[in-house]
């Protein structure tokens, strides 16, 4: 669905690099989501933003930071990947009044 | 941490057979969703039911929600072959809260 999307669609990079993931969506939906997902399991939130001012941490918020540039952009910084990091990497959109999530393809990161 | 068990881990049937996954929580709720994830794929909402509510139909999906034992079920019914996927639970604690706290899911293959 290209209603949210996410570049890159698949990075490697080395450890102690900074690098940012990006999620756009058009579906004009004030809440975004970052998740993780390691094989074999469930996703992880790491941020979410209910409007352009207002970001929160979720489970796993250490050694990632976020940027909400606009209602439509929503971007995850890893500071200095390591690569415990290595995972894939979702982005979701719902909207204020229902609990339903929108997920982007994801991020498949691969950290050296 | 994750919130939800899921059971199986992994099950694989024969087309046209119906499939029982299993979601088990520790907190209270406000609803519980299941999402789908074809392989290295984003997830795509198929259903939610209510705290206050033990049953609900969408096709061929039918799901329950037993919250004294805190635990749901999603069945598929009349599995076909493109059904294989990762099915996901996931729980809402608070009223629209947006901090979905996911399963580690369940793998199901479906043998045409």
């Known amino acids: 669905d290209a209603d949210v999307t996410q570049t890159p669609r698949n990075r490697i990079t080395k450890t102690g690099k900074r690098i940012m993931l990006e999620c756009s969506q058009t579906k004009g939906h004030d809440r975004m989501y970052w998740y993780r997902q390691d094989p074999g399991l469930g996703l992880q939130l790491i941020y979410y933003s209910f409007d352009v001012k207002d970001i929160n941490k979720g489970e796993i918020s250490d050694g990632y930071s976020v940027s909400r540039q606009a209602q439509a952009k929503f971007s995850l910084s890893l500071e200095s990947a390591i690569p415990n990091q290595t995972a894939l990497y979702f982005c979701?959109?719902?909207?204020?009044?229902?609990?339903?999530?929108?997920f982007g393809p994801g991020t498949r990161l691969l950290v050296l | 941490s994750q919130q939800g068990e899921e059971d199986p881990q992994a099950l694989s049937i024969q087309e046209g057979e119906n499939a029982t996954m299993n979601c088990s929580y520790k907190t209270s709720i406000n609803n519980l969703q299941w999402y789908r994830q074809n392989s290295g794929r984003g997830l795509v909402h198929l259903i939610l039911?209510?705290?206050?509510?033990r049953e609900k139909h969408s096709g061929r999906l039918r799901v329950t929600l037993d919250t004294s034992k805190k635990s749901s079920s999603l069945l598929i019914t009349a599995s076909r072959a493109a059904d294989t996927a990762s099915y996901f639970c996931a729980t809402d604690r608070s009223s629209n809260t947006g901090k979905l706290i996911f399963g580690q899911g369940t793998t199901l293959q479906v043998k045409p």
């Open positions: 979701a959109t719902s909207h204020e009044n229902q609990e339903t999530q929108y």
């Open positions: 039911i209510r705290s206050n509510e």
